[in-house]
């Protein structure tokens, strides 16, 4: 039987048939296709992937109004040892800055172990376990090498250090001799162990290097990679920033390459020592 018309007899509208504009002729929204940007263009944050201890998600940084990082991505998995290698200017101290909380990114956003601490501020991201070796040391010339070291460890009130310092003794003996000496009276290659040693106080998981190889003679950098190796080897995440791109890739993981803020060259450091653009940049080849 044919349908039944409604009250007053009006046949019904019919629905539109699919693919037919509705009245007025305006294309109905369609749902963006999957992976297709928002409006706006901007990018998606990206999750870090499993084992990652550090991620760097598509992060600008600026002094000023001066663009110094532009959207770099990098990350450093849980005991990997990472190296950053450019040129002067590159961005390298400022990436380390912006991942300390020293300089805050303007896009992007720095995750530890998968938490955002980009808002964090220094104290927070150091008790979360980051640590620095700064580039030129910055030591307090006038105290002694074990109270430099104990301020490693200032954030970890009322805890024994007995066991830290045995530690930092056992990688560096000369400090142990030299503990009661002012750390302005050292030689470069001592103020560069405390420096690190002062680093280690306070159990980081993740060690920032600045520039370990600096001033240094070639008998104190090769000593100085080897402990950085061995620091490595007891689980402790590091990113290196470092100029001696073959010394640093000799011992890394991974390496990315930096250039007027933008990350260039990334991937495996045997990889990286093969890369004939590399080795014509950096290594001078």
């Given amino acids: 039987m044919s349908a039944l ?5 009006t046949t019904p509208p019919n629905p539109p048939a699919q693919g037919v504009l509705p009245s007025g002729g305006t294309t109905p929204t369609n749902p963006p296709a999957q992976g297709v940007l928002p409006s706006g263009g901007t990018t998606p944050p990206n999750p870090p992937a499993p084992g990652v201890l550090l991620c760097l998600d598509h ?18 998995g849980d005991g990997e040892l990472v190296c ?41 991201r150091i008790a979360a376990g980051i640590a620095i070796v700064p580039e030129n040391r910055r030591l307090f ?43 302005g009276t050292l030689s470069g290659g001592e103020q560069q162990m405390v420096a690190m040693g002062r680093a280690l106080m306070s159990r980081p998981r993740l060690l920032l290097m600045d520039e ?60 990286l020592l093969r890369n004939e653009e590399l080795k014509r940049a950096y290594l001078g080849r």
């Fill in 5 to 9: 018309l409604p009250p007053g007899g």
């Fill in 59 to 76: 992060v600008t940084t600026y002094y000023a109004q001066m663009r110094i990082l532009e959207g770099i991505s990098l990350q450093v």
């Fill in 84 to 124: 950053l290698l450019g040129g002067n200017a590159s961005g390298k101290s400022t990436t380390l800055k912006t991942i300390l909380g020293i300089v805050r990114p303007r896009a992007g956003r720095v995750l530890l172990n998968g938490e955002d601490v980009t808002q964090w501020p220094v104290p927070r």
């Fill in 141 to 183: 010339a006038q105290l002694t090498v074990r109270e430099n070291l104990e301020l490693g460890a200032v954030l970890r009130k009322r805890e024994a250090l007995t066991d830290d310092f045995d530690r930092v003794h056992s990688l560096f003996p000369r400090l142990y001799e030299r503990r009661g000496q002012l750390a």
């Fill in 212 to 271: 370990p190889s600096m001033g240094l003679s070639p008998a104190l950098v090769q000593q100085n990679f080897r402990i950085i190796k061995t620091i490595h080897s007891s689980g402790v995440a590091v990113l290196m920033v470092e100029q001696n791109a073959t010394m640093a890739l000799s011992i890394a993981d991974r390496g990315y390459v930096l250039s007027t803020g933008e990350i260039v060259l990334e991937g495996p450091a045997a990889e």
